[in-house]
Nanobody, 120 residues
């Protein structure tokens, strides 16, 4: 069963912008903390930004000031607005959240992700 569907990735030039979306199939989306992660081949997946159910946000130092996480609880959708993109932002981006988080902190499910490529 598909539970998280990421979209919006693509190829963009340095300095460009993208808006990623994540449609979540969970009835408890509005009260759940959610997050965006990214992964480059050969490297560990890293946390990019997170948002609580009440809207508090947190960002990795590498993206502060350039990326904004937001959510639309009515649409059960998570967003990642990315501006001033850099080549080092190139990665597959994934969303995830508390409904899929195990007690040990690992996530039981990952969507297919969306590829972001920043290149001239």
């Amino acid at each position: 069963q598909v539970q998280l569907v990421e979209s919006g990735g693509g190829l963009v030039q340095p300095g460009g912008s993208l808006r990623l979306s994540c449609a979540a199939s969970t009835s408890i989306f509005s009260s759940s903390a959610m997050a965006w992660f990214r992964q480059v081949p050969g490297k560990q997946r890293e946390l990019v930004a997170s948002i609580t159910g009440s809207g508090w946000t947190n960002y990795a130092d590498s993206v502060k000031g350039r990326i904004t996480i937001s959510r639309d609880n009515g649409k059960r959708t998570l967003y990642l607005e990315m501006k001033s993109l850099k080549p080092e932002d190139t990665a597959v981006y994934y969303c995830n959240g508390d409904p899929w988080k195990r007690s040990n902190g690992e996530y039981a499910y990952w969507g297919q992700g969306t590829q972001v490529a920043v290149s001239s």
